[in-house]
């Protein structure tokens, strides 16, 4: 009896030493023995002092350097830390301010990580920024894109999802064993998927294979990061604010971790967004294949937003119709532009040189200007606008043609709401 107590004591002594033991992080410098650019640039990114701020008692570690008007904020994915980006921070910090940051294990939800991000901005002075976010950064930037979309100027989502049950389904018996796993034996299972699936979709790449055994990694982080992953929101693309947001999906057509329905769900779900398709280079195309990458990103962030210079038109037709100014009118609309709208069941023609006689005539206005919505279609584009007079309100449709990179008003459509 006593035997087999002590054998029970040790078996038990045994498997909580098993569990207690932490992951092994290796050293990517012993692991990976070339001298390339690519290590030898991140060799220079790690010696790079990083920031720490507290939020709600977490604290957060990031990273923010470089030169430039514009900020890019890179959001890493499930197993990544501030580091993932190192190729891509070092590639565009000469031109822009650069940030990356490292989501805390703590963190387990979508508003959580929202807000940490949000205190990051604030403490740099951050006002408007450009957005970068793969995998699970890609999910948390489509949800900042959802909830700050006036601060955002262009986003990319790569190598990323929508919000779906599918992830959640497929991993619901693992969500419910993982919690009861030892750190060691979950790390264990993460090296195999790394050497099965994830690095031979990359071409094999040593840097790859070398680099993400060394970023840091925990059961905590894992489990929360997965909470993440599968939390819940609904976008709204559809919503002008958002439609205006130039939007990049990078995808790769062999991606380990993202499967095919989802990738297809996502550009669906963003049916206004640039997609760029990656060829066999799986998940991490930003880490095994960074020079396309790299370029990839700087092609977009180079484009311009034809949303905005849309908008110049708009608020050339807005003002000048606030100040009565003609010339800021003329700007707007094509010498050929005609106004529509129904009278007594009669559909009514006025002609711009009336418009203009009519603005004249009733001069400075007080009136609260909305855009509603608008869709752009190579150099066509509708555009649904608001006026609020003190007594009145219309909302027009107007029709645009693009002509030597000027947007002009050729049709406007206008109905009164109601008077007061």
């Given at each position: 009896?006593?035997?087999?107590?002590?054998?029970?004591?040790?078996?038990?002594v045994?498997?909580?030493?098993?569990?207690?033991?932490?992951?092994?992080?290796k050293d990517?410098?012993?692991?990976?023995?070339k001298?390339?650019?690519?290590?030898?640039?991140?060799?220079?990114?790690?010696?790079?002092?990083?920031?720490?701020?507290?939020?709600?008692?977490?604290?957060w570690?990031?990273?923010?350097?470089?030169?430039?008007?514009?900020?890019?904020?890179?959001?890493?994915?499930?197993?990544?830390?501030?580091?993932?980006?190192?190729?891509?921070?070092?590639?565009?910090?000469?031109?822009?301010?650069?940030l990356?940051?490292?989501?805390p294990?703590?963190?387990?939800?979508?508003?959580d990580?929202?807000?940490?991000?949000?205190?990051?901005?604030?403490?740099?002075?951050?006002?408007?920024?450009?957005?970068v976010?793969?995998?699970?950064?890609?999910?948390?930037?489509?949800?900042?894109?959802?909830?700050?979309?006036?601060?955002?100027?262009?986003?990319?989502?790569?190598?990323?999802f929508?919000?779906?049950?599918?992830?959640?389904?497929?991993?619901?018996k693992?969500?419910?064993?993982?919690?009861?796993?030892?750190?060691?034996?979950?790390?264990y299972?993460?090296?195999?998927?790394?050497?099965?699936?994830?690095?031979?979709a990359a071409?094999?790449?040593?840097?790859?294979?070398?680099?993400l055994?060394?970023?840091?990694?925990?059961?905590?982080?894992?489990?929360?990061?997965?909470y993440v992953?599968?939390?819940?929101?609904?976008?709204?693309?559809?919503?002008?604010?958002?439609?205006?947001?130039?939007k990049?999906i990078?995808?790769?057509?062999?991606?380990?971790?993202?499967?095919?329905?989802?990738?297809e769900n996502?550009?669906?779900?963003?049916?206004?967004?640039?997609?760029?398709?990656?060829?066999?280079q799986?998940?991490?195309?930003?880490?095994?294949?960074?020079d396309?990458?790299?370029?990839?990103?700087d092609?977009?962030?180079?484009?311009?937003?034809?949303?905005?210079?849309?908008?110049?038109?708009?608020?050339?037709?807005?003002?000048?119709?606030?100040?009565?100014?003609i010339?800021?009118?003329?700007?707007?609309?094509?010498?050929?532009?005609?106004?529509?709208?129904?009278?007594?069941?009669?559909?009514?023609?006025?002609s711009?040189?009336?418009?203009?006689?009519?603005v004249?005539?009733?001069?400075?206005?007080k009136?609260?200007?909305?855009?509603?919505?608008?869709?752009?279609?190579?150099?066509?584009?509708?555009?649904?606008?608001r006026f609020?007079?003190?007594?009145k309100?219309?909302?027009?449709?107007?029709?645009?043609?693009?002509?030597?990179d000027?947007?002009?008003?050729?049709?406007?459509?206008?109905?009164?709401?109601d008077?007061k």
């Open positions: 009896m006593k035997k087999m107590i002590l054998l029970f004591v040790i078996l038990f045994v498997i909580l030493i098993i569990y207690m033991i932490p992951a092994i992080r990517f410098f012993k692991s990976y023995s001298k390339d650019t690519a290590s030898m640039s991140l060799d220079e990114f790690m010696q790079k002092p990083t920031k720490t701020i507290e939020v709600a008692g977490i604290k570690q990031y990273l923010t350097y470089g030169n430039g008007d514009k900020t890019i904020v890179f959001a890493h994915g499930m197993g990544g830390a501030y580091n993932l980006w190192w190729q891509q921070m070092a590639y565009f910090k000469d031109h822009y301010r650069v990356s940051y490292s989501l294990e703590e963190i387990n939800n979508l508003e990580a929202s807000k940490g991000i949000l205190k990051i901005l604030e403490k740099e002075k951050i006002e408007n920024f450009y957005l976010g793969t995998s699970m950064g890609g999910y948390i930037a489509q949800y900042l894109t959802h909830k700050i979309p006036e601060r955002i100027e262009k986003v990319v989502f790569s190598n990323t929508p919000p779906n049950i599918l992830i959640e389904t497929k991993n619901k693992k969500s419910e064993i993982i919690p009861w796993m030892p750190e060691i034996l979950i790390s299972f993460g090296q195999k998927k790394l050497h099965s699936d994830i690095v031979p071409n094999n790449s040593k840097l790859l294979e070398a680099f055994p060394s970023l840091p990694f925990s059961k905590k982080q894992f489990i929360n990061r997965y992953v599968v939390d819940k929101f609904i976008p709204t693309p559809c919503l002008y604010k958002i439609k205006r947001i130039p990049l990078i995808e790769s057509d062999n991606d380990p971790l993202v499967e095919k329905s989802l990738r996502l550009k669906e779900t963003y049916p206004d967004a640039s997609v760029f398709t990656f060829h066999n799986g998940h991490f195309p930003y880490i095994n294949d960074a396309k990458y790299n370029k990839v990103l092609d977009f962030f180079k484009s311009e937003n034809e949303y905005k210079k849309l908008e110049q038109t708009i608020a050339s037709y807005f003002n000048g119709r606030r100040d009565a100014n010339t800021l009118l003329q700007q707007a609309f094509s010498k050929n532009a005609n106004l529509f709208t129904v009278k007594n069941s009669v559909i009514l023609k006025i711009l040189e009336n418009y203009f006689k009519k004249m005539q009733d001069g400075k206005t009136v609260k200007t909305t855009i509603l919505n608008a869709d752009i279609l190579r150099n066509m584009a509708i555009c649904k606008t609020d007079y003190p007594n309100s219309y909302v027009d449709y107007l029709t645009l043609l693009k002509v030597k000027n947007w002009k008003i050729t049709t406007k459509n206008f109905v009164l709401l008077e």
